[in-house]
């Protein structure tokens, strides 16, 4: 990993082959899929899982997509890459895999109450949080429907068992997230603990079902599950750092949505640890039971620089990715694993 500062922007996917090839061989299952929900109604889960994956406008009419980076599928094909030289027996898993991590982005969104999600009204301030749970539900269905039908035969037993156990990781990953929000002080290694399930657990499962479906043995499975929990960890702090100093206009959320709920995120908890003077000017803003002005959170996130906190974060999202790389065995070195870490720390939009 070089030296240049992790910028707190976006991932460009025009910028990065794996990715761009990962949504343009995705796309096509996820939409047969999608088309087999139901689309009774102006509110159809079909209408709004178009909606949220930025197929369709809240009509339910084409419209210029505004979705995800496809980051998890590229990692399943490259895993699969890496095994056989050919990803092609893991796209049905790259395909899960994305349905699974947009059914954890919807239930996020109604958790934290984030109202934006990619530069646009988050699913639940459109149709409603009972509506937007059943829509979470449904794209949870789907990516089993996708792996049990679509996988190679051979490979189903064990993709959806790889499914199924990040789910359970995942969600044991938000419920300690949410935790992070109460106010009550915590480290960074307690922090680095508690949220690595969370991030981790769907990447590493992206990784290894990419292994699986290429027939790789289960040490390679296992290494590459290592990797894409490592390169999960690295991605979460990441995001902590486009929470307060990301744009608007490259990740589609407002900046200072975290600091205003005085959410603990990594660059939070290493500045609210320093002794510094500003550490100590932040543990009084966050402290405080009063909700925060606009001016307030801009000097939360002053302080939170001046803490360290910003440098702690870069530290450590970078620690994370060399971890990946460098624990790759040689044979599973390929470009386009490599690449995908190198595109997290540098992130531009």
């Not at 994305?98 to 996020?108: A, C, G, I, M, P």
């Not at 990715?321 to 531009?348: C, F, M, Q, W, Y």
Request: aromatic share 4%; proline share 5%; charged share 20%.
């Amino acid at each position: 990993m070089s030296s240049t500062p992790i910028r707190a922007t976006g991932i460009s996917a025009d910028r990065v082959p794996a990715l761009r090839r990962a949504r343009a061989e995705c796309d096509p299952i996820m939409r047969r899929w999608v088309a087999t929900l139901p689309d009774t109604r102006p509110d159809s889960l079909r209408r709004m899982a178009g909606y949220h994956l930025g197929w369709f406008n809240r009509a339910g009419q084409p419209s210029k997509r505004v979705g995800g980076k496809g980051f998890r599928a590229a990692l399943t094909l490259a895993a699969a890459a890496a095994c056989s030289g050919d990803g092609g027996a893991a796209l049905a898993a790259a395909a899960a895999v994305e349905f699974l991590h947009n059914f954890t982005l919807v239930h996020d969104d109604i958790m934290s109450g984030d109202r934006i999600r990619r530069a646009r009204p988050a699913a639940w301030c459109v149709w409603g949080v009972p509506k937007a749970i059943l829509l979470g539900d449904a794209l949870h269905g789907l990516a089993f429907r996708c792996a049990v039908t679509d996988c190679p035969d051979a490979t189903v037993l064990g993709v959806v068992s790889r499914l199924a156990t990040a789910v359970t990781e995942l969600c044991q990953g938000q419920y300690e997230d949410c935790a992070l929000g109460s106010g009550t002080p915590i480290g960074v290694d307690r922090y680095l603990h508690t949220v690595s399930g969370k991030t981790g657990a769907l990447m590493g499962c992206a990784c290894a079902a990419g292994a699986w479906c290429a027939g790789a043995d289960s040490a390679t499975v296992d290494a590459l599950d290592l990797f894409g929990r490592r390169v999960g960890l690295a991605f979460r702090i990441t995001d902590d750092l486009l929470g307060l100093w990301g744009d608007p206009r490259a990740t589609g959320k407002p900046v200072g949505a975290d600091v205003r709920r005085r959410k603990h995120s990594l660059p939070v908890v290493a500045a609210l640890g320093s002794p510094t003077q500003a550490g100590r000017e932040l543990r009084r803003l966050y402290g405080s039971t009063a909700p925060l002005s606009g001016a307030e959170v801009r000097a939360a996130t002053g302080l939170i620089e001046a803490a360290g906190g910003r440098r702690v974060a870069v530290q450590q999202a970078r620690r994370e990715l060399r971890r990946a790389v460098v624990g790759l065995p040689d044979e599973l070195a390929a470009d386009d694993l490599v690449s995908l870490a190198a595109a997290i720390e540098h992130r531009e939009g």
